[in-house]
């Protein structure tokens, strides 16, 4: 059991790395209004609901902020088509919550991935020295790219079905079920919306990931030379 702690150590650093690597990217997009006012642009939301741009903007700063959780409500008084009303029923409110609880949850993964990262890289610094955490990053890495990459192959041959899949695995209700002609939430954010930003994420973390495999293969080779090197200095 003492013999086989430092492979699980390394086990859990190599995958907090990858969740890492998700969570912040997840969590970085979802707080972006910019996102959101790119996507109101691009599917012309104010044409199709009657709210103005200056108001989608502030639509956009208010859904990122609820789901941050900076703010407590995401709900808004918007004029449409020159009457003023609430934007949200009651029923986008209660699924808005529970979309909420789900990037809370990232958000978790997020700090405690980074606790794992600092606590058991010491860890595993102090007694293996820095080539093994290299090692860890590169499969915590590699483990990204392998999941990203099923994924993006999914989304490319049927996005639809991962989508669905996606809300039947992340809520116990069917509130998610939205009538593109009276409920604004799902006229703001079209599924296409939903793809484009998966496609933007997956990008990013695919890119991240990339970037952390090569660097830490870099570094392992340039560590391994130097330590070659000081023994073959030494042995003559």
Same mark, same amino acid.
């Given at each position: ?9 390394? +086990? +859990? #650093? *190599? ?21 959101? @006012? #790119? ?8 044409? !199709? ?7 989608? *903007? ?11 959780? *900076? ?13 003023? !009303? ?13 979309? @909420?609880?789900?990037?809370? %949850? ?7 991935? +980074? ?38 192959? #999914? ?16 809520? *116990?209700? =069917?509130? #998610?079920? %939205? =009538? ?18 998966? +496609? ?20 392992? @080779? ?15």
């Amino acid at each position: 059991m003492i013999r086989a702690l430092p492979t699980l150590l390394f +086990i +859990i #650093w *190599s995958l907090s790395v990858s969740v890492l690597i998700i969570a912040s990217t997840v969590n970085v997009f979802v707080g972006s209004d910019d996102l959101y @006012r #790119w996507g109101f642009n691009k599917y012309q939301i104010a044409a !199709r609901t009657g709210i103005n741009d200056e108001q989608l *903007s502030e639509v956009a700063k208010s859904m990122a902020g609820y789901l941050a959780g *900076s703010s407590k409500s995401p709900q808004l008084s918007v004029s449409i088509n020159g009457q003023q !009303r609430l934007l949200y029923n009651q029923k986008e409110l209660v699924h808005l919550e529970d979309v @909420r609880m789900i990037v809370w %949850l990232f958000q978790l993964l997020q700090m405690i991935s +980074i606790a794992v990262f600092i606590i058991i890289g010491m860890v595993l610094y102090f007694r293996k020295g820095t080539p093994l955490l290299l090692q860890g990053a590169k499969i915590g890495a590699a483990i990204v790219i392998g999941i990203t990459g099923l994924l993006v192959v #999914w989304s490319l041959i049927d996005f639809n079905s991962l989508f669905y899949l996606f809300h039947l695995i992340s809520f *116990s209700n =069917d509130l #998610w079920i %939205l =009538d593109p002609t009276r409920d604004y939430l799902i006229m703001m954010f079209p599924q296409r919306f939903f793809y484009d930003s998966a +496609i933007f994420m997956v990008i990013s973390i695919l890119v991240a990931a990339i970037i952390l495999m090569i660097a830490s293969a870099l570094l392992y @080779r340039i560590i391994l030379r130097s330590e070659k090197s000081t023994l073959n200095a030494g042995a003559r």
